[in-house]
DNA sequence: CCTGTAATTAAGGTATGCCTTAAAACTAGA
DNA sequence: TCTAGTTTTAAGGCATACCTTAATTACAGG
């Protein structure tokens, strides 16, 4: 696999994750890349050669078992880079995923392993989300959508989805893992979530609000 | 600059460092690389209009001063990981060179600087050769080829060519740097020099032993 | 100086991975 | 069922970085 196929694997396995669904649309696909459909449809064609996924046409791709353990490998190597940068060499949170990016495409099983052992075997990586074993066993995490909360609910940060303009959003606000957010509103017809940080009350719309997961630590709204 | 652009100024500085001539020749890129003569002077060209290498017809290119940074660059990216994947992930002498190959495209200035601190401002790789430090300085090492050496001279080694068959070949006889050899024979004509190392006699080609480098500890030979 | 060899340039080809435009095939709602 | 809209396929293009074959240009030794 080159770059390109890797990205692709990764790309259909996270939205799969994310969805709930396993099978991807072209179109979804093409827009998340921001590569037109038709582009999108060559490399599936690729790699349903290749037999790393499963095309069902106006249905969308999944990943064959082959496939899924290459998404995985990918993750792995990214997950666990984003841990090296972070705790080893100090970088910012916020650049943690470019740069994992670029490095998880120039690992070896050898060396991702190795480093796996180096950085104590660690079980998620520095946005909260798990890191998978060398098997392509990977844990679920049991958090929730900050978006599920209600008003007056305490939410802890556990896990946040890792995607670039997220990132640079949270961390321009100050906002980092394991953080406690107060949820003082929740305006279910535009879809904001007002929440409280340190003093300081956010807006979140949302988009943003479903890619931040945790826990409710306890809330001040009436049980139904 | 992409992978294969950085390939290229690498190459040419490595080159121009081996041969003590700033001007490499298009046949001899052509010939390291494996590629054509054609696909070197067109990526040649390109080199020139990015302004990374200065070209003269017939007598081959050299590095601009631009071209000279980037190389120097790539070759800090290089050692750096060889040192981390040797020192922290214990990866085998032999295996270093391949795997920072990959690694080396995909680190950014940042991660580099971060990188170095991290490694406690290392001065040379895992095969002896000197890291260039972020302003593109490179200590120029003293050391001399084994090839120059005459018979009975004891020979520490100090560095190595960073080349792929050369590691191979050292690590396959149990030679690491820092050990001693002892120089039986010279043959001057059929190039052959003959050492001892922990009991056992090698036979090196002249191409071999002018890839290895070290200092002369003692010589039983007479002065001249 | 002149000719053989080496180096360069030119012309056309391949694979990859992206693009646009257009036609064809299918799905789903009215 | 039938059509509107979505999805797929087809056809042709572009850039990158390799390739081969062939023509041209320059250097250097006799």
Known sequence: MNKAEEDYVKMIYEMA????????KTADLAEQFGYSVQSVNEMIKKLHQKELVDFRPYKGVCLTEGGRREAL?????????????????????????????ML?????????????????????????????DAEGNIARPAS??????????CF??????????????LSQRNIKLHDVLTVHDKDHFGGILT??????????????????????????????
């Open 73 to 101: 490998r990918m993750i792995r190597a990214h997950r666990l880079w984003e841990v090296f940068l972070s705790e080893r060499l100090g970088l910012a949170w916020e650049a943690l995923h470019e740069e994992a990016e």
């Open 144 to 153: 929730r959508p900050l978006y599920e909360t209600h008003a007056g609910d």
């Open 104 to 132: 998880e495409h120039a690992t070896s099983e050898a060396v991702l392993e190795r480093l796996y052992d180096y950085l104590g075997r660690p079980a998620v990586c520095n946005h909260g989300n798990p890191i998978p």
């Open 17 to 24: 994750v994310l969805t709930g669904e396993p099978y991807v």
């Open 156 to 169: 802890r940060i556990l896990r946040v989805q890792d995607y670039k303009p997220l990132l640079a959003y």
């Open 195 to 224: 929440v409280e940080h340190l003093g300081l009350k956010h807006a979140f719309a949302k988009h943003i609000a479903q890619m931040v997961y945790g826990e409710v630590l306890s809330s001040t709204r009436l049980k139904k």
